[in-house]
């Protein structure tokens, strides 16, 4: 076969630019240390949240210095914690959340961040996310889980240090 | 004319993303574009290729054919 | 000079239907696509918000499904006869899987329809992804399922005309269209069996109540495996439009055929095992495999590349042939007049561009930002929706002359259209895109939340929504502009000596400058097989491992709604 000098040239072109892709997103996700979504957690039994002491109550826990656990169930059309009353967290904190669906898929997302993940019945997603100064934001799920979906929002609110309570200190 | 009335509806057409991308490519280096500032920016940069389009090649009567790139 | 309808009348017929159906299709899909953009931005919102996603399952089907498959099977049909210079073995099988393919979608169409009416107690409002546990009334799989089969007969009728002729003439090089053809089919075979088990196995007798419940998880995994291949099955015929037409509507030659069949190739190994980055922020998949997934994607590049190079070589020698001179001079030589050629200059243009923001989904980390935004809705109107669909669009002013004898009624008209749809996608995948960094979501009726608004980069969300309404209503009108071609045209009269010749472009570089290894499809399969094997065995298996085969549980939506479960984790109102 022949094949042309230009031809070659852009095929090693191709394939540098291509291992180049592989390697800046390897380095973003080792190096810089972004968790990706994964298995981590076990299965549940999504028909028996409240026997899970995680999701009997789901809720925000302080779990360190400046470490905080969410609980979350993002259910049909809500996010409990968040749509009720907001989550909240203090500022310059570690946060992880755990999200599980008692129904459908739904997606735990924080527009304009890439705090960002699926919701599967049966499966726990795990996430930790570095928050900094006070601020609000919202909390959407963006995969579609039914004739409700566009009214599934909630907040989470970042707040000064001193504002912060926990629910269980109040 | 220059070029063919369908090159240039195309080269038109091509302008377009080009000028609704001036405007990322302004935010990106800190402009502050209005959608306002590009129409107007598309309007000019669309006369202008419409105006090369047209414009007689040999545009001085007697002056030799301007080479061709 | 003959036609392709005084040469093959019969296979003729069979092309018309399946274009006719999905044009169709797309006239539908075009009126809900538009529908949605209003909706969606608050301009006119002709049905209730609830019901918005009935059209949008319905939009999805019918153009990501039925507009191209049809469509790409009239279009394999038409390479594979041409190029064999051969009809098919028997006309009757390829009408039973056009039989097949109609008969399902007119199933799965009825409770997509039903959703949206009143008193049709059936609906199908679960999208074109259906991931379980959103469940769908039984005629859906079922219809889903029939017209997978359909498609899988149409690739056997391809494969038994392909092995007459090869006993008519055993010696030849398999011709460059059928070897595309072919490579095509025995992909599609690999990556839809995912969806078919997935439909047939579990969510057929889900819905009908055999089984309890389903692996959510599983499912879902079943449907990328074919969700992500489904759109090469898009871009192959579009490619081999590009490699075996475009070249000769310019006035050239293909540059280099053993490098198209390379591409094939590359395509057949590389395109399945890949559909694990549609889940890259699935919980319950290891990281490992969404790597591995990542890196084959990024690899898939490379034929598509290839593509760029060989296409643009090609116009450009055909610019040249027209007498084109200078470094970018030879561009004004092309036929920019002729909306077969311009249309599908304009498709691979903006596919280009597409590139780029794929390589931001492909990207795990990158992802995290976009997955699921209307930066992802933008993304793929680029691709399918554009360089698919316009290739599509602009090829019909070069084939529908071919199958039925007339010619089209205008083909300034046609040239409108073909630009018309470029302006209109520039300016609503650009706010699409927009929108999506800002955190809009995709498949939401309302992206409108009452707790917080989005802030765009720059600009406003209110100039956003400017650019979808725009943007989508020059779309709309597009595709009236087309349909309304396409009918006029066949109103008109028979006139075969105005229709070029039936003929696709020759290669400088001919079959016979590439290795025989090339054509050995058995070897190729193979490798795709194994492949497909390496990286999914392992994901699967864990999946079935954690959850079960039937799943971890979750109940179906909307036709079991088990509302006391949700009320007593604390919400008032379940909308069932
Ligand atoms: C008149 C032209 C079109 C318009 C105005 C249009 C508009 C839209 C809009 C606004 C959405 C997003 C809705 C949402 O996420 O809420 C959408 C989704 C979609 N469109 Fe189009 N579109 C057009 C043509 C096409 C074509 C030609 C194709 C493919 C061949 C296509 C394939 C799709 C698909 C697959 C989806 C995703 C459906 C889903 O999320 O389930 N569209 N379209
Ligand atoms: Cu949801
Ligand atoms: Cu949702």
Not at chain 3, 149 to 167: E, K, S
Not at chain 3, 457 to 464: N, V
């Amino acid at each position: 076969m022949n094949i042309h000098a230009y031809e070659k040239l852009w095929l090693a072109a191709s394939l540098v630019l291509i291992v180049l892709f592989i390697g800046s997103v390897t380095y973003g996700a080792v190096g810089a240390g972004i968790a990706m979504v994964d298995d981590a957690e076990g299965v549940i039994d999504p028909d028996a949240l409240d026997e899970d002491d995680r999701f009997a109550d789901p809720r925000v826990e302080e779990v360190g210095e400046n470490e905080y656990e969410v609980y979350v169930v993002a259910g049909q059309f809500f996010f409990d914690p968040g749509t009720f009353e907001p989550i909240e967290v203090p500022e310059h904190s570690q946060v992880t959340f755990y999200v599980t669906s008692p129904d459908v898929i739904h997606s735990f997302s924080i527009p304009g961040t890439n705090a960002n993940t699926m919701v599967i019945p049966g499966e726990v997603a795990s996430m930790t996310v570095e928050v900094g100064d006070p601020q609000e934001y919202g909390i959407v799920c963006n995969e579609f889980c039914g004739g409700g979906h566009h009214d599934m929002e909630g907040e989470f609110h970042v707040v000064p240090e001193d504002e912060f309570t926990l629910e269980a200190d109040e | 004319m220059r070029i063919s009335p369908g090159a240039l509806l195309v080269l038109i057409a091509v302008s377009i993303p080009f000028i609704v991308q001036s405007r990322t490519v302004a935010a990106f280096i800190g402009l502050d574009m209005s959608v306002w500032q590009m129409i107007a920016l598309g309007t000019v940069t669309i006369s202008a290729i419409i105006l090369w389009a047209v414009w007689p090649e040999k545009w001085l009567p007697g002056r030799p054919k301007l080479e061709e790139g | 000079m003959t036609t392709y309808i005084e040469r093959f009348p019969a296979e003729a017929r069979v092309i018309r239907s399946t274009f006719f159906t999905a044009f169709i299709a797309l006239g539908i899909g075009a009126l809900f696509g538009l529908l949605q953009v209003l909706h969606r931005t608050d301009v006119h919102r002709l049905v209730d918000s609830a019901d918005y996603y009935h059209i949008l399952t319905i939009h999805g089907v019918l153009l990501a499904l039925t507009f191209t498959i049809f469509f790409l099977a009239g279009v394999f049909t038409w390479g594979l006869t041409t190029s064999l210079d051969r009809g098919v073995v028997d006309v009757r099988f390829t009408w039973a899987w056009y039989g097949l393919m109609v008969g399902g979608t007119a199933l799965a169409a009825i409770p997509m329809f039903g959703g949206l009416i009143d008193g049709i107690d059936m609906s199908a409002g679960v999208l074109f992804t259906f991931y379980a546990p959103l469940q769908a009334h039984p005629l859906f799989y079922l219809g889903l399922a029939l017209f997978i089969i359909g498609t899988w007969l149409a690739g056997a009728d391809w494969i038994w005309t392909y092995l007459a002729w090869r006993r008519e003439n055993p010696d030849e090089r398999i011709p460059l269209p059928t070897f595309m053809v072919l490579t095509t089919t025995l992909f599609w075979y690999l990556s839809s069996l995912g969806v078919a088990i997935a439909v047939v196995v579990f969510l057929l007798p889900w819905s009908l109540g055999l089984l309890e419940q389903v692996n959510p998880l599983l499912t879902r995994t079943l449907f990328w495996y074919f969700g992500h291949p489904v759109v090469y099955f898009w871009l192959m015929p579009t490619y081999m439009l590009w490699y075996v037409l475009l070249p000769k509507v310019a006035g050239g030659k293909l540059f280099s055929d053993p490098l198209a069949r390379v591409v094939f190739v590359l395509f057949l190994l590389l395109s399945t095992p890949t559909g694990i980055h549609h889940q890259y922020l699935d919980p319950g998949i290891a990281e490992g495999f969404k790597f591995i997934a990542m890196t084959n994607t990024m690899f898939l590049l490379l034929p598509s590349l290839l593509t760029a190079f060989t296409v643009v070589a090609s116009v450009e020698h055909g610019a040249r042939q027209r007498g084109g001179t200078g470094y970018l001079g030879w561009l004004g030589a092309l036929p920019w007049r002729d909306p077969v050629f311009t249309g599908m200059a304009l498709a691979g243009l903006m596919f280009a561009a597409a590139g780029f923001s794929g390589m931001v989904n492909a990207g795990m980390n990158i992802n995290y930002l976009v997955h699921n935004t209307f930066w992802i809705v933008g993304h793929f109107h680029l691709t399918v929706g554009t360089a698919v669909a316009l290739t599509f669009m602009a090829v019909t002013y070069w084939l529908l002359p071919q199958i039925t004898g007339k010619p089209i009624w205008s083909r300034s008209v046609g040239l409108a259209q073909v630009v018309t749809w470029f302006v209109g996608m520039t300016l609503m995948s650009n706010a699409m895109h927009r929108g999506g960094l800002s955190g809009v979501p995709r498949r939401t009726a309302e992206p409108q939340y009452e707790n917080f608004d989005f802030t765009p980069a720059f600009g406003t969300m209110a100039e956003l929504d400017a650019g979808v309404v725009i943007g989508g209503s020059l779309l709309f009108l597009s595709a009236v502009l087309f349909l309304g071609n396409v009918f006029v045209s066949l109103t008109g009269g028979k006139d075969l000596t105005s229709i070029p010749e039936n003929a696709y472009a020759e290669a400088l570089s001919g079959a016979e400058d590439g290795p025989l290894i090339l054509d050995n499809l058995k070897l190729w399969l193979v490798i795709a097989v194994l492949l497909v094997v390496l990286t999914y065995a392992l994901p699967i298996g864990a999946i079935i491992d954690r959850g079960g085969l039937l799943g971890p549980g979750g109940s179906p939506y909307p036709l079991v709604v088990e509302s006391g479960r949700a009320i007593s984790i604390g919400l008032g109102e379940v909308v069932a």
